[in-house]
């Protein structure tokens, strides 16, 4: 089947940083997406992983490593408009259905002053 | 970045009415559509993958008769939600593919609309 695993909660400090995990089990891979949404509205692209390795956009980045069902999203220097919930998505196959994603359940972000 | 609207963003309908939500892609063609679906502390769950033209591809334990979708242009995929009913109360995002090339691969990504509520009495 497929299964990804990602926190429920986290809580971080304003101006830290904070690493949000995924693993995911899937029948295929083609690339895992982070998404951020807040709540009542619908997600927004943060990043995209096909490769092994870390990709940095801002004060964002996402990591992932295949061969561990491995990523994390890792947030730099918080803002309290950082508070939402990250979704990790993985895309398990290629063509077919132009870009299938299986979602986690999300993390809810909670950035404290 | 690519725009996707949803029409509308919310909507109060009676027990055993039907509902249609309108999804466009405003600025780029979307071959294909994907209609989701999430309750409140969950995460989106995909209902229906639409190809422009043919008929849409349902997950399994969604009703296809329940929940007509058309995707009649490559700009435009509508939901209708027919007899609806309390159960059905959700947030319902719709989100095109468009196609782009990375790595020297075709890939596809997806663009979220805005989401539309709705709350069957």
């Known amino acids: 089947g497929q299964n990804i695993d990602q926190p429920t909660e986290m809580t971080a400090t304003e101006g830290a940083i904070v690493q949000i995990n995924c693993t995911y089990q899937?029948?295929?891979?083609?690339?895992l997406f982070w998404y951020q949404q807040h709540a009542g509205e619908a997600p927004t692209f943060l990043s995209y992983n096909v490769l092994d390795g870390l990709e940095e956009k801002g004060r964002f980045s996402s990591f992932l490593s295949r061969s561990k069902g491995y990523s994390y999203l890792l947030l730099k220097e918080l803002q309290m408009k950082d508070s939402a919930s990250y979704l990790c998505a993985v895309r398990p196959q290629y063509g077919g259905s132009q870009g299938n994603l299986i979602f986690g359940k999300g993390t809810k972000l909670s950035v404290k002053p | 970045g690519a725009v996707v609207s949803q029409h509308p963003s919310w909507v109060i309908c009676k027990s055993g009415t039907s509902v249609k939500i309108e999804c466009r892609s405003l600025d780029f063609q979307a071959t294909t559509m994907f209609w989701y679906r999430q309750f409140p502390k969950q995460s989106l769950m995909l209902m229906a993958t639409?190809?422009?033209?043919?008929?849409?591809?349902?997950e399994q334990g969604v009703e296809k008769d329940k929940f007509l979708i058309n995707h009649a242009s490559l700009t435009l995929s509508t939901l209708t939600v027919t007899s609806a009913h309390p159960e059905d109360s959700s947030f319902y995002i719709c989100s095109a593919s468009s196609a782009y090339a990375d790595l020297q691969l075709i890939t596809y990504e997806q663009y979220f609309g805005p989401g539309t509520r709705l709350t069957v009495t």
């Open positions: 899937t029948s295929g891979f083609n690339g």
């Open positions: 639409s190809n422009e033209g043919s008929k849409a591809t349902y």
